[in-house]
């Protein structure tokens, strides 16, 4: 695909009358670039309020209540969990065979920004603690890491990957290649996002992005997705 614009048609339904329903037809037009690049939030009163290159980051974690993580799946990023191994394995070789075929693996939620790939389509405040990714911890109160995973970036490099805890509003999690080397460690800090659904975070250049306008000025987003719809 070259060249994508979509255009909209919103009906502001202020009166029975049809004359005066249809008088206020309002069309307007979002152009998301070649192949999606751009990703649009809008607001249904006013218009276009930001737009952001979808190509920037790798991984997105929800900023509210919960524990969602997302992966970039418009960009070609995907994650699987390795079997049978937990986040102490993470300095211990890997064996990839047969992951692209077998190894359990998952797309962000449609439907609720608190359950990206990483969660496994499970949100732990109605799955007993059970966050995909970690499990709640009653004495802590925080949510530790309890999978561990193979990210593969859109340039086809593959990264090991697990949460060590999402604790006081922070996430912290550690990635390094698939032999160990350019272990990092990353931090996403929730009240640095206050008011947005989603912190982003670019595993190639090891730092977060803000790229959500505050959630109470858009009601409409228009972006790539791996759900066909």
Same mark, same amino acid.
């Given at each position: 695909?070259?060249?994508?614009?979509?255009?909209?048609?919103?009906?502001?339904?202020?009166?029975?009358?049809?004359?005066?329903?249809?008088?206020?037809?309002?069309?307007?037009?979002?152009?998301?670039?070649?192949?999606?690049?751009?990703?649009?939030?809008?607001?249904?009163?006013?218009?276009?309020?930001?737009?952001?290159?979808?190509?920037?980051?790798?991984?997105?974690?929800?900023?509210?209540?919960?524990?969602?993580?997302?992966?970039?799946?418009?960009?070609?990023?995907?994650?699987?969990?390795?079997?049978?191994?937990?986040?102490?394995?993470?300095?211990?070789?890997?064996?990839?065979?047969?992951?692209?075929?077998?190894?359990?693996?998952?797309?962000? $939620?449609? !439907?609720?920004?608190? #359950?990206? *790939?990483?969660?496994? @389509?499970? /949100?732990?405040?109605?799955?007993?603690? &059970?966050?995909?990714?970690?499990?709640?911890?009653?004495?802590?109160?925080?949510?530790?890491?309890?999978?561990?995973?193979?990210?593969?970036?859109?340039?086809?490099?593959?990264?090991?990957?697990?949460?060590?805890?999402?604790? $006081?509003? !922070?996430?912290?999690? #550690?990635? *390094?290649?698939?032999? @160990?080397? /350019?272990?990092?460690?990353?931090?996403? &800090?929730?009240?640095?996002?206050?008011?947005?659904?989603?912190?982003?975070?670019?595993?190639?250049?090891?730092?977060?992005?803000?790229?959500?306008?505050?959630?109470?000025?858009?009601?409409?987003?228009?972006?790539?997705?791996?759900?066909?719809?």
């Amino acid at each position: 695909m070259n060249f994508v614009k979509i255009s909209i048609a919103i009906i502001f339904a202020l009166s029975l009358n049809s004359s005066m329903l249809f008088s206020q037809i309002k069309s307007d037009t979002v152009i998301l670039g070649k192949d999606y690049v751009n990703e649009v939030w809008y607001n249904i009163e006013s218009g276009k309020v930001s737009e952001f290159n979808n190509n920037d980051w790798d991984l997105a974690f929800e900023t509210g209540q919960r524990g969602g993580i997302h992966v970039n799946g418009a960009k070609g990023v995907r994650a699987w969990v390795v079997p049978n191994k937990t986040p102490d394995d993470f300095n211990k070789p890997i064996d990839t065979t047969g992951m692209a075929e077998t190894w359990e693996y998952h797309t962000n $939620s449609d !439907e609720s920004w608190s #359950i990206g *790939a990483l969660n496994l @389509g499970l /949100d732990g405040y109605v799955t007993d603690g &059970d966050f995909g990714w970690g499990a709640y911890d009653l004495s802590t109160h925080s949510i530790t890491g309890t999978k561990l995973f193979i990210i593969k970036l859109n340039n086809n490099t593959y990264k090991k990957f697990y949460v060590e805890a999402l604790y $006081s509003q !922070e996430y912290t999690f #550690i990635y *390094a290649n698939l032999d @160990g080397t /350019d272990e990092a460690i990353g931090k996403v &800090d929730k009240k640095k996002f206050a008011g947005k659904n989603l912190a982003y975070y670019s595993i190639s250049n090891n730092a977060s992005i803000d790229r959500d306008p505050l959630a109470k000025d858009w009601q409409l987003t228009f972006g790539k997705y791996e759900v066909l719809v």
